[in-house]
């Protein structure tokens, strides 16, 4: 195509699998009620195909919640990579932070990752240990160096370290989201930092502190 004696070229995206357009309609209504949302019949609407159209992409209702599980563990995985601290113990902190962040700006997200059951979320401890987990490989990666440096106490087990920093920062998310905590936002955010540093420095040597 020419402008005015110029040559360019007009690039234009590839429309939309079906596929795609399935998981984005499964996440609209994720978004708008749940879980409960999120039916084959409701989907193919959306979509605007039979619900037997829906079958050929996804095997029913449970597979098509599993997408949306995987979906957001990998943006959390993702949001993940963008902690940047040299120091271990800076970057499990950054970390927590980062999991609260994803909380609060991406909810429906961070529910679909973390809140929904689902038979294709990674289960501890095995899934983490053979690093099947993204987002586990990294933050694993991190209390491994730590143990390498004499920072972690010696019964301190990398794997179960981590797992138990995610279940206080995803306790104490979760008693946010049902508020259950006085104040705003930027008090529980002060206060989930305390407990999440606490909670670490209960695991670092007496040195390392």
Not at 7 to 25: F, H, K, L, Q
Not at 110 to 130: I, T
């Amino acid at each position: 195509m020419t402008l005015e004696g110029t040559e360019y070229t007009v690039y234009t995206m590839p429309p939309a699998s079906t596929a795609d357009r399935i998981r984005s309609a499964a996440r609209v209504l994720f978004a708008a009620g749940g879980t409960e949302a999120v039916t084959v019949r409701g989907v193919a609407a959306k979509v605007g195909v039979t619900p037997m159209a829906i079958y050929r992409h996804y095997a029913g209702k449970e597979a098509l919640v599993d997408a949306l599980v995987l979906e957001g563990l990998d943006r959390w995985a993702a949001r993940l990579t963008t902690v940047d601290d040299d120091d271990p113990l800076d970057w499990l902190v950054a970390a927590g932070d980062e999991f609260l962040a994803f909380a609060l700006e991406e909810p429906r997200r961070f529910e679909a990752a973390f809140l929904v059951p689902s038979s294709g979320a990674r289960r501890f401890p095995d899934d983490f240990a053979n690093g099947r987990s993204p987002a586990g490989r990294l933050w694993i990666a991190q209390l491994d160096a730590l143990r390498r440096a004499g920072r972690l106490a010696a019964d301190a087990e990398p794997v179960e370290v981590g797992f138990t920093l995610w279940a206080l920062a995803q306790g104490l998310v979760t008693l946010h989201r049902a508020g259950r905590f006085t104040g705003g936002v930027d008090d529980f955010r002060a206060f989930y930092r305390r407990a999440v540093k606490r909670c670490l420095a209960s695991f670092v040597t007496t040195r390392a502190r």
